[in-house]
T-cell receptor
Framework: GQNIDQPTEMTATEGAIVQINCTYQ??????LFWYQQHAGEAPTFLSY????GLEEKGRFSSFLSRSKGYSYLLLKELQMKDSASYLC?????????????FGGGTRLMVKP | EAEVAQSPRYKITEKSQAVAFWCDPI?????LYWYRQILGQGPELLVQ????????DSQLPKDRFSAERLKGVDSTLKIQPAELGDSAMYLC????????????FGPGTRLTVT
């Protein structure tokens, strides 16, 4: 089974840096994804980590520690358009193949 | 840019009625997923297809939900009869393969059961 925890809500100021944490427990870890979802819209892919370390992509970076069951998404130079939900999702090797299990999402509000 | 298509975008139905959703994945994507997302929560996998075969449907309420992907391309998710608790966003996603690939999501169908 899967257990994925992330904060429900966070607030940050435009131009600042924010870190969204995700912890997970899984029986067959195969990778971790971060998705962004604006209200009423579909999730869009942000990053994928399968090995330990930091992956940087523009203003967004994602970190993974497999031994700790921990990941974070770092958003720099926050913009108002970054107000959205951020979903942590773990890929698990199950009996029927690889499956993606999503956390509940962290709703980020960026204020001027 | 290729996209996942879903229809309808919005559906209002009365409880005990039947409802169906359609999804057309990105061309060439072998893996197709149906998720249900309740407001304020993350998506929950209902069923996963690899080509025309069901890979996992352990979370699909089989007494009322059914899904098919007969030719391994587009897919239909059906609910019969609909219940009030089925009100949610139904998302379809596709990926080239099962492992290590990002999933591309369609715009979703927002279902309201009255």
């Amino acid at each position: 089974g899967q257990n994925i925890d992330q904060p429900t809500e966070m607030t940050a100021t435009e131009g600042a840096i924010v870190q969204i944490n995700c912890t997970y427990q899984t029986s067959g870890f195969n990778g971790l994804f971060w998705y962004q979802q604006h209200a009423g819209e579909a999730p869009t892919f942000l990053s994928y980590n399968v090995l330990d370390g930091l992956e940087e992509k523009g203003r967004f970076s994602s970190f993974l520690s497999r031994s700790k069951g921990y990941s974070y998404l770092l958003l720099k130079e926050l913009q108002m358009k970054d107000s959205a939900s951020y979903l942590c999702a773990v890929e698990d090797v199950g009996n029927a193949g690889n499956m993606l299990t999503f956390g509940g999402g962290t709703r980020l509000m960026v204020k001027p | 840019e290729a996209e996942v298509a879903q229809s309808p975008r919005y559906k209002i139905t009365e409880k005990s009625q039947a409802v169906a959703f359609w999804c057309d994945p990105i061309s060439g994507h072998a893996t197709l997923y149906w998720y249900r997302q309740i407001l304020g929560q993350g998506p929950e996998l209902l069923v996963q297809f690899q080509d025309e075969s069901v890979v996992d449907d352990s979370q699909l309420p089989k007494d009322r939900f059914s899904a098919e992907r007969l030719k391994g391309v587009d897919s239909t998710l059906k609910i019969q009869p609909a219940e009030l608790g089925d009100s949610a966003m139904y998302l379809c996603a596709s990926s080239p393969e099962q492992q290590g690939w990002e999933q591309y999501f369609g715009p979703g169908t927002r279902l309201t059961v009255t």
